[in-house]
């Protein structure tokens, strides 16, 4: 159940160039989180009036602590990298759906700064007996972040932009060069990879799970801002939609259309179209 905490900040570093490791002290939060969810943290600056979403990357319920692994981005994440020991933050969560695990071999694929939910989810699949779990983790260059954290739990794979570490390319070049497989795919990360992996693994009838990423405004599904379009029509909005951060941010691969911005403006101005001749 979300609920709002005035939490603290036990610890926080910087990881990579621009990335930033924080734990922090909950009440209720760290013990009801899965793999897979998010919180809302707020800021303290009154202007910044909206919280940002950050994916949850490690926790430890009996210590009621949890871990989040984020990029500067803007103002609001600009501010939470100063924050120190002590430091009192207000977050609200946890937010979402998470990941369905399965007991069955696993590969988890991500890209950037979708690799911070892979780590709790390699722990809870190790913990629930999976003894097949594959990471797949794609990087900009060698600032492999999060890739020890991995290798506590799964057999990790490479691949960056530029070639310094592993594979030179993208994940699905480093899944193609090494014959990797499982029966469940787990994926967050950039709509681009995204696009990549569901057809990969509907190609192959993998079951394929996906984690998106969105800008959201209230995190809690009122504002309808971070919509995706989606298989079904939607209860709420009657519309074939889903509300990324109610209704993911995990959805299975088949429930979503991972459109292209090219793909996305088609689309809406067949829907106006489509109104004015009803209209007419």
């Known amino acids: 159940m979300k609920q709002k905490e005035d939490a603290v900040v036990i610890s926080q570093e910087c990881i990579a160039p621009g990335v930033y490791s924080m734990w922090i002290k909950t009440d209720k939060i760290a013990e009801e989180t899965v793999a897979g969810q998010f919180i809302s943290v707020y800021?303290?600056?009154?202007?910044?009036i909206l919280p940002r979403p950050i994916s949850i990357c490690e926790v430890k319920k009996e210590e009621k602590s949890l871990r989040i692994v984020y990029r500067i981005a803007g103002k609001g994440t600009e501010e939470f990298s100063t924050y120190t020991e002590g430091t009192s933050i207000s977050i609200l969560g946890p937010l979402g759906n998470?990941?369905?695990?399965?007991?069955?071999?696993?590969?988890?694929?991500?890209?950037?700064i979708g690799v911070p939910p892979m780590v709790e989810l390699a722990k809870e699949l190790k913990k629930q007996g999976v003894t097949e779990i594959i990471s797949v983790i794609g990087y900009r260059d060698g600032n492999l972040f999060l890739k020890e954290e991995l290798e506590k739990?799964?057999?990790?794979y490479v691949a960056t932009e530029d070639g310094s570490a592993g594979v030179k390319g993208n994940v699905m070049n480093a899944i193609r060069?090494?014959?990797?497989?499982?029966?469940?795919?787990y994926s967050c990360g950039p709509k681009p990879m995204l696009r990549a992996v569901k057809e990969f693994g509907l190609?192959?009838?993998i079951?394929?799970?996906i984690s998106l990423e969105e800008k959201m405004a209230c995190g809690i599904g009122a504002c309808l801002g971070c919509v995706?379009?989606?298989k079904d029509i939607d209860e709420h909005s009657n519309v074939r939609n889903k509300r990324i951060c109610k209704d993911g941010p995990v959805f299975r691969a088949e429930e979503v259309e991972l459109l292209t911005p090219d793909e996305q403006r088609e689309r809406i101005?067949?829907?106006i179209m489509i109104k004015k001749e009803e209209q007419a």
Do not use: N, P, W
Not at 43 to 48: L, T, V
Not at 105 to 112: D, P, R, V, Y
Not at 153 to 156: A, K, L, M, N, T
Not at 177 to 185: R, T
């Open 43 to 48: 800021c303290k600056e009154g202007s910044r």
């Open 98 to 112: 998470g990941f369905f695990k399965r007991e069955k071999s696993a590969m988890l694929i991500a890209g950037g």
């Open 153 to 156: 739990y799964s057999q990790v």
């Open 177 to 185: 060069e090494y014959g990797l497989k499982a029966d469940v795919i």
């Open 203 to 205: 190609s192959h009838e």
């Open 207 to 209: 079951e394929t799970q």
């Open 228 to 230: 995706c379009h989606s």
């Open 269 to 271: 101005a067949s829907g």
